[in-house]
């Protein structure tokens, strides 16, 4: 990983490059009208991971998937009256919409942290929207920015935060908003505020009925862990397993060999169906990357419980055991 990133102007050729990165699985930090975005191909699930990992994100807190129109959001989420109506008034522009993910959504698990929901968005300035139409894939976008530090307006911003995890920075100018978009759960009805912006309640008044307690005093940072629903297999997880019980699924991570199955024996000679392995080469990022489509699978059998091979405790790996904790209480 280079330590500084490549900083380009707009033009044709820039945006053209962008796009190839992203479809190729690298991340592009571009503006938006609210926030620079760390970008990339949201149905790649590497990509996705990568994104978490330049953020140092201690979770999987679910990103924003960047679409350039309302026909692409929705082959990606369900639309009802509601989201259409919002999406004419307010697309493109600064809000964003929780929706259930449509059947056949191409979009990684990792990217909505294993929800059947997904917030999707289409921003309004132009580079953002040349660089989605040239893309052609949707594209997951939460600020480009370290974890825990300020959200990024200038692509100076972005250079100092990430340095050398984003592949190239697109450098258009100073944003117009400076706050990220407002984030709706239309999941809900009423419809609840997860994140105030620069759509407020009385923009949405007349179009769509919001619930009370939602809002602007009441949001996200007084309780983000109360407002973010967690995905919760219905399986019981055993961590920190060293081996598998008779009636158990294995998630395994790196090499199997020392880990016996009851009734069994070895690893290698159970179904291909009672078993994954994050990463056998004990990648985080290919571990990121596998984990929430890995625990779908095994939840869709008929386990006792799925034991869960201990997982490192650094970089990608805290917030690997972060969610698997959550996924296990
Ligand atoms: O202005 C913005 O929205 C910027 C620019 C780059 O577009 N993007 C951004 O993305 O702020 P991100 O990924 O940092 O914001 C994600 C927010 C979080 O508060 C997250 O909890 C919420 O959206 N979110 C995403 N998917 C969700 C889901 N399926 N259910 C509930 N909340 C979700
Ligand atoms: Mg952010």
């Known amino acids: 990983m280079a330590d500084k990133p490549e900083i380009v102007a707009v033009s044709d050729d820039s945006l053209a490059r962008a796009a190839d990165i992203l479809r190729a ?3 592009v930090a571009f503006p938006t009208e609210t926030v620079y975005g760390l970008g990339g191909d949201a149905a790649n699930d590497k990509a996705v ?16 998937v960047h679409v350039p129109d309302v ?3 929705r082959r990606l989420v369900v639309f009802d009256a509601r989201a259409e109506a919002l999406a004419q008034q307010f697309w493109p522009g600064p809000l964003t919409l929780v929706l259930p993910r449509a059947e056949n959504c191409p979009v990684s698990r990792l990217a909505s942290a294993g929800l059947d929901t997904l917030a999707v968005r289409c921003p309004k300035a132009p580079v953002a929207q040349a660089l989605l139409k ?6 997951a976008a939460p600020s480009a920015n370290r974890s825990g530090s300020l959200s990024p ?5 972005v250079a100092d935060s990430l340095g050398g995890a984003v592949d190239l920075i697109l450098a ?11 984030v709706l759960d239309l999941t809900e009805d009423p419809a609840v505020i997860l994140r105030p912006g620069s759509v407020t309640p009385a923009d949405l008044d007349g179009l769509v009925a919001v619930a009370a307690a939602a809002n602007e005093n009441e949001a996200a940072p007084k309780s983000p862990g109360r407002l973010l629903k967690h995905y919760a297999p219905k399986t019981p997880l055993r961590l920190n397993a060293v081996d598998v019980k008779v009636g158990e699924a294995l998630l395994a991570f790196g090499p199997e060999k020392f880990i016996g199955v009851e009734g069994v024996g070895a690893v290698k000679d159970m179904p291909e169906s009672r078993r994954r392995n994050l990463s056998e080469s004990g990648d985080l990022v290919e571990a990121a990357a596998n984990l929430f489509a890995y625990l779908h699978d095994l939840d869709a059998g008929e386990f006792k419980a799925i034991a869960v091979m201990p997982v490192p ?17």
């Open 172 to 182: 258009g100018g100073k944003c117009a908003v400076g706050l990220e978009s407002t």
């Open 313 to 329: 405790e650094e970089g990608l790996g805290v917030a690997i055991n972060d969610r698997l904790r959550r996924a296990a209480a």
């Open 134 to 139: 040239a893309a052609g894939c949707p594209v």
């Open 71 to 73: 026909n692409a959001a």
């Open 25 to 27: 699985g690298g991340l």
């Open 49 to 64: 991971a990568r994104i978490y990992k330049a953020k140092g994100r201690p979770d999987f807190n679910p990103l924003i």
């Open 153 to 157: 307006t200038t692509p100076a911003h």
